[in-house]
């Protein structure tokens, strides 16, 4: 069979065991069968959102030849005439540079602050606040933004950490990519496959 026509059926493979009445490709089973995708230097393309490609995505890149298979499910997706195990965990055969700076976003700014306020520590109720405030020239910018508590936002009010004798637990910084992917793999997602975790956390120290 031509390259061609598995690519073209790799969105219709049914996954053995499943429901013969079900219609091909929308098996609620396989969408939570998603693949892990690790640059070419076998490290996550992302740990915060975690690198994951939808299965179909995952078997068309391997049709096209643009990633290894590292491990798979145990369950299969096959055609009339073929089938192969699910992909677990891919890498990218081209290494792809990953951007030096983040996104400024709201996430990427609780990411950085390891989601608890700058003022008292606290993880619930967030919110921002510019440290020097708006009224006084204070940019909303990744140096002038921090993660606030409401009640520590409102008690800080429109003066400066100084002026409210509130300190930063710690400054606010433009942080690199990498900064902010070590910041992530602090918090896992709710689920992760067990073909997952040598890859995401390769470089732990390992318990005696």
């Given at each position: 069979?031509?390259?061609?026509?598995?690519?073209?059926?790799?969105?219709h493979?049914?996954?053995?065991?499943?429901?013969?009445?079900?219609?091909?490709?929308v098996?609620?089973?396989l969408q939570?069968?998603p693949?892990?995708?690790?640059n070419?230097?076998?490290?996550?393309?992302?740990?915060?959102?975690?690198?994951?490609?939808p299965w179909?995505?995952?078997?068309?890149?391997?049709?096209?030849?643009?990633?290894?298979?590292?491990?798979?499910?145990?369950r299969?997706?096959?055609?009339?005439?073929?089938?192969?195990?699910?992909?677990?965990?891919i890498?990218?055969r081209?290494?792809v540079?990953?951007?030096?700076?983040?996104?400024?976003?709201?996430?990427?700014?609780?990411?950085?602050d390891?989601?608890?306020?700058?003022?008292?520590?606290?993880?619930h109720?967030?919110t921002?606040d510019h440290?020097?405030?708006?009224?006084?020239?204070?940019?909303t910018?990744?140096?002038?933004?921090?993660?606030?508590?409401?009640?520590?936002?409102?008690?800080?009010?429109?003066r400066?950490?100084?002026?409210?004798?509130?300190?930063?637990l710690?400054?606010p910084?433009?942080?690199?990519s990498w900064?902010?992917q070590?910041?992530?793999r602090?918090?896992?997602?709710?689920?992760?496959?067990?073909?997952w975790?040598d890859?995401l956390?390769?470089?732990?120290?390992l318990?005696?």
């Amino acid at each position: 069979m031509l390259k061609a026509e598995l690519i073209e059926r790799a969105a219709h493979y049914r996954s053995a065991g499943d429901d013969p009445s079900r219609p091909l490709g929308v098996s609620r089973h396989l969408q939570d069968c998603p693949a892990l995708v690790l640059n070419a230097d076998y490290t996550p393309l992302s740990y915060y959102p975690l690198s994951l490609w939808p299965w179909q995505t995952a078997i068309k890149a391997v049709f096209l030849e643009r990633v290894d298979i590292i491990a798979s499910y145990e369950r299969e997706v096959r055609s009339q005439a073929w089938s192969m195990p699910l992909p677990s965990v891919i890498a990218l055969r081209q290494y792809v540079k990953p951007n030096e700076f983040p996104a400024f976003t709201r996430f990427n700014v609780f990411l950085r602050d390891k989601f608890a306020c700058q003022y008292c520590g606290s993880p619930h109720n967030l919110t921002f606040d510019h440290v020097l405030p708006r009224r006084l020239g204070g940019r909303t910018s990744w140096e002038n933004i921090v993660a606030a508590c409401s009640p520590c936002n409102f008690e800080k009010g429109g003066r400066t950490p100084k002026q409210a004798n509130m300190p930063l637990l710690t400054p606010p910084i433009r942080p690199t990519s990498w900064q902010l992917q070590e910041r992530g793999r602090a918090f896992p997602p709710n689920h992760l496959h067990e073909t997952w975790r040598d890859w995401l956390y390769w470089d732990i120290e390992l318990e005696a």
